[in-house]
């Protein structure tokens, strides 16, 4: 059984860095049976994917915030980063980890409030 823990600051200034760490257990992040995506879901809307890594390290991002994002990993703790640069009040979220198998989205993880205040 795959279990995904999101964790990282709950609040960050405007014009700040966000970073979170999704720790994987269960499961390697080298192996080929999933991707790792982190998702977000601001207030009162919906899902918004926001990237992925794949099992051989490669990224893709959402074109609205590539500029911004990146994502990456560290197998030697097996666990997958989100850094989101320039943050605005709109970044608001809860920002979720996932892994990405055959069937679509088969692991989650509980979700990381994050807000984005001065």
């Known amino acids: 059984q795959v279990q995904l823990s999101e964790s990282g600051p709950g609040l960050v200034k405007p014009s700040q860095a966000l970073s979170l760490i999704c720790t994987v257990s269960g499961g390697d992040i080298t192996a080929s049976q999933y991707a790792w995506s982190w998702i977000c879901q601001p207030p009162e809307k919906g899902l918004e994917w926001v990237g992925v890594?794949?099992?051989?390290?490669?990224?893709y991002y959402n074109p609205s915030l590539k500029s911004r994002t990146s994502i990456s990993r560290d197998t030697s703790k097996n666990h997958v980063t989100l850094e989101l640069n320039s943050v605005t009040p709109e970044d608001t979220a809860v920002y979720y980890c996932a892994a990405h198998g055959e069937s679509g989205y088969e692991y989650w993880g509980q979700g990381a409030q994050v807000t984005v205040s001065s």
């Open positions: 890594i794949s099992d051989d390290g490669k990224s």
